[in-house]
T-cell receptor, first 112, second 114 residues
Framework: AQSVTQPDIHITVSEGASLELRCNYSYGATPYLFWYVQSPGQGLQLLLKYFSGDTLVQGIKGFEAEFKRSQSSFNLRKPSVHWSDAAEYFCAVGAGYSTLTFGKGTMLLVSP | DSGVTQTPKHLITATGQRVTLRCSPRSGDLSVYWYQQSLDQGLQFLIQYYNGEERAKGNILERFSAQQFPDLHSELNLSSLELGDSALYFC?????????????FGQGTRLTVV
C-alpha cells in the first residue's frame, strides 16, 4: 500500500525567504504525485502534479516541485514566500486514476 | 472555485442521529470520492464511485454508506453518529477513469456531533 510522509508538522518562514516543504512517498510502481494547499476553512486546491516526464514541475502561485525517484521524494519549493502563502500543505500519492493517499500535512506560518 | 459543490457547509447534530451529506461533482466528471479530515487521522479516503457504481473502498465505517445517482451527484449517509465522527468531510471529483488525473475538491461539510 502506498504511504506519504511529511516530516515537518509546522514550518515558519520569513516573508520573502525561500521555502522547501518535504515529502517522501512509498509506492511500488511509478507514482502520480500531487501537492494541495488548504487555507483555513477552505477546501483543497491543487498546486501542482507529476505524472511523468520532466521531473521538475511548475505549479500555480509560483510553486514548483521536483520528483526524485532515487530518494522517493517530491519536495515543494518557492523562491520567495508571501504572507498569503500561510496555509496547510498536503502531499499526496495516487495510484493512477485511483484514490489519493495524503500525508499528514505541513502547516506553513509566514512571519513579517 | 473548483466546480464541486457540497451541502450543507456546516452540520451540528446529536449522537445517535443520522445525516446526509450531498455532493455535486464538476460538470462532466464521472468519478466522485469522499474523504474525511480529522485532527487525529488526517485526510482519509472513504469511498469512490464511478458513473453510479462503487469502485473503491477505504477506511469507511459500516455505519457510513454512500451512493451516486444517475445525475452523478453523490450522497454520503452517516448513521448512529458518535462524537468521534466530528470531522470535515470532503467530496472530490475527477474525469473518466483510465488515465492519470487530479481530483478537484469541494469546500467540505463540517460535521459536529454533540
Amino acid at each position: 500500500a502506498q504511504s506519504v510522509t511529511q516530516p515537518d508538522i509546522h514550518i515558519t518562514v520569513s516573508e520573502g525567504a525561500s521555502l522547501e516543504l518535504r515529502c517522501n512517498y512509498s509506492y511500488g510502481a511509478t507514482p502520480y504525485l500531487f501537492w494541495y494547499v488548504q487555507s483555513p476553512g477552505q477546501g483543497l486546491q491543487l498546486l501542482l502534479k507529476y505524472f511523468s516526464g520532466d521531473t521538475l514541475v511548475q505549479g500555480i502561485k509560483g510553486f514548483e516541485a521536483e520528483f526524485k525517484r532515487s530518494q522517493s521524494s517530491f519536495n515543494l519549493r518557492k523562491p520567495s514566500v508571501h504572507w498569503s502563502d500561510a496555509a496547510e500543505y498536503f502531499c499526496a500519492v495516487g495510484a493512477g486514476y485511483s484514490t489519493l493517499t495524503f500525508g499528514k500535512g505541513t502547516m506553513l506560518l509566514v512571519s513579517p | 472555485d473548483s466546480g464541486v459543490t457540497q451541502t450543507p457547509k456546516h452540520l451540528i447534530t446529536a449522537t445517535g442521529q443520522r445525516v446526509t451529506l450531498r455532493c455535486s461533482p464538476r460538470s462532466g466528471d464521472l468519478s466522485v470520492y469522499w474523504y474525511q479530515q480529522s485532527l487525529d487521522q488526517g485526510l482519509q479516503f472513504l469511498i469512490q464511485y464511478y458513473n453510479g457504481e462503487e469502485r473503491a473502498k477505504g477506511n469507511i465505517l459500516e455505519r457510513f454508506s454512500a451512493q451516486q445517482f444517475p445525475d452523478l451527484h453523490s450522497e454520503l449517509n452517516l448513521s448512529s453518529l458518535e462524537l468521534g465522527d466530528s470531522a470535515l468531510y470532503f467530496c472530490a471529483s475527477s474525469p473518466k477513469m483510465g488515465q492519470p488525473t487530479e481530483a478537484f475538491f469541494g469546500q467540505g461539510t463540517r460535521l459536529t456531533v454533540v
